[in-house]
Each structure stands twice: as structure tokens, then as C-alpha cells.
């Protein structure tokens, strides 16, 4: 069975920086993009950003473009979200989600889920 794994979140004041990682298994990268969606809860999950299957098309929300950085390294079955200048807004719950051969927006397009890590960002 295909595990997604999170790590990284924390606490951290605003315009401070966090990685996030995300560690797959059971999954053969190279076929799946990548993404990383947010939630907080009561609300609907949101998209963050994602990552083709070579990592040579990458994709963003508004809210994060230019503060966050997706990558992934298929060697390693893993993707990563470098997150830069955070802001309280910025607190949510974050996930991350694999699709076949699909790295766009929609939350419904994506077929494994890892079970979220927490960010914090204080003011």
C-alpha cells in the first residue's frame, strides 16, 4: 500500500523559513506528480503547489508564489516544499498528495494522501 509521509512542520515567527518533506513508499516516483495542499480546520482543502514527474514543470497558488520553492527527488521518492517569508496566513495543516502522471490543482485528481503535518506561524 502507497504511504506518504510529512515531516517538518513546526512553529516558527513570521518571515521565517520551514522545509517540509514528504517521504513516499510503495510508489514508483517517476509516474506520479507531486503536490502539497493546506487546510485548516472546517475549511476546504486548499493547493499549495505541485510538481511534475521529472520536476520540469512546477505549479503555484497565488498566495505562496514567490515565498515557496516545490522539488522533488525521484532517486529518493520524495518532494519537498521550502517555505520562505511565512506569515501567519500561512497556518494550516499541510498534505501531501500523489496522482498519475497528473501535478495540476485539483485536489479530486489526486489518489494517495500522507495524513498532514502541522505549521505554525506566529505573529
Known amino acids: 500500500q502507497v504511504q506518504l509521509v510529512e515531516s517538518g512542520g513546526g512553529l516558527v515567527q513570521a518571515g521565517g523559513s520551514l522545509s517540509l518533506s514528504c517521504a513516499a513508499s510503495r510508489l514508483t516516483s517517476s509516474r506520479y506528480g507531486m503536490g502539497w495542499f493546506r487546510q485548516a480546520p472546517g475549511k476546504v482543502r486548499q493547493f499549495v503547489a505541485s510538481?511534475?514527474?521529472?520536476?520540469?514543470?512546477?505549479n503555484y497558488a497565488d498566495s505562496v508564489k514567490g515565498r515557496f520553492n516545490i522539488t522533488r527527488d525521484n532517486a529518493k521518492n520524495s518532494v519537498y516544499l521550502q517555505m520562505n517569508s511565512l506569515k501567519p496566513e500561512d497556518t494550516y495543516v499541510y498534505y501531501c498528495a500523489a496522482a498519475t502522471y497528473y501535478s495540476g490543482s485539483s485536489a479530486g485528481e489526486y489518489e494517495y494522501w500522507g495524513k498532514g503535518t502541522q505549521v505554525t506561524v506566529s505573529s
Open positions: 510538481i511534475s514527474t521529472s520536476g520540469g514543470r512546477t
